[in-house]
């Protein structure tokens, strides 16, 4: 009986961390700081290659 409280609690911590996780990674994925990178990075596939002479 006590080890099922355990693992309840235990259960419970995990998903309030894993909760604050993702909110972390969003906010950080959607501030305005990184705004300009991701733009840059979204042009990547886009870009000319440069030709190599093989």
């Given amino acids: ?3 099922e409280h355990i ?3 235990a259960s419970s911590v ?6 604050i996780t993702f909110a972390g990674i969003w906010a950080w994925a959607w ?14 596939p886009f870009a000319d290659e440069e030709k190599q002479d093989v």
Avoid: E, R, W
Wanted: aromatic share 12%; proline share 0%; charged share 20%.
């Fill in 7 to 9: 693992f309840d609690s």
């Fill in 14 to 19: 995990m998903t309030v961390v894993s909760f």
């Fill in 31 to 44: 501030s305005k700081s990184k705004q300009d990178d991701f733009a840059q990075a979204a042009q990547l």
């Fill in 1 to 3: 009986m006590a080890i």
